[in-house]
């Protein structure tokens, strides 16, 4: 009877192992501190993954600079694969509803707000992608991607109006670098 339990507990265990394994991202595997480094200039801390977003489909993984001042950086990328939307009783069932409602609902508010002028498709891109503000969303297959950099040591303007085109210029550039790097691997999974 013991030895029934214990197979049973194993095979259970396994089956739990299996699900989990399918069920795991990790952000930081995907994007490495050393690429992080390579894109940004900059020495980087280690990656720290955040699962407060799981609830919506996704787990991020942030780079922060070691120099907070003088060559500060960060990268925050930010994933989700219906596979991983699944195990986790998501709000989203699919990365390309997730990709969908968020872009409509940030198109729906800068409509109420009067602005389009943060809003930019990009082509060349998986499926579909956008610049939004502060970061560049994609849909690659079925998996969503946000990339949210931040890149602006030494940036010099004349006026408020001119740093904040330049640091979306900037941003927007190194994120379509980071994105790169980040596509080949997805289609290798």
Aim: net charge positive; charged share 30%.
């Amino acid at each position: 009877m013991v030895r029934k339990i214990v197979v049973l507990f194993v095979m259970l265990a396994t089956l739990l192992l299996a699900v989990e394994n399918k069920s795991t991202l990790d952000p930081c595997q995907i994007l490495t501190k050393q690429e992080a480094e390579k894109v940004l200039g900059t020495k980087m801390q280690e990656g720290r993954v955040s699962k407060s977003g799981a609830v919506f489909g996704t787990i991020s993984c942030s780079y922060y600079s070691v120099d907070r001042f003088d060559k500060s950086a960060s990268i925050t990328l930010t994933i989700g694969t219906s596979d991983f939307m699944k195990a986790n009783d998501a709000v989203f069932e699919s990365a390309k509803e997730k990709y969908e409602k968020e872009k409509n609902a940030y198109l729906e508010a800068l409509k109420r707000q009067k602005k389009t002028d943060t809003f930019l498709p990009i082509h060349g891109l998986g499926e579909d992608a956008y610049w939004g503000t502060v970061a560049l969303n994609i849909l690659k297959g079925d998996t969503y991607i946000n990339i949210r950099v931040s890149a602006t040591s030494g940036m010099r303007a004349k006026s408020s109006q001119e740093m904040e085109k330049m640091v979306k210029e900037r941003n927007l550039a190194v994120s379509k670098e980071f994105a790169k790097i980040i596509l080949p691997k997805l289609e290798k999974q």
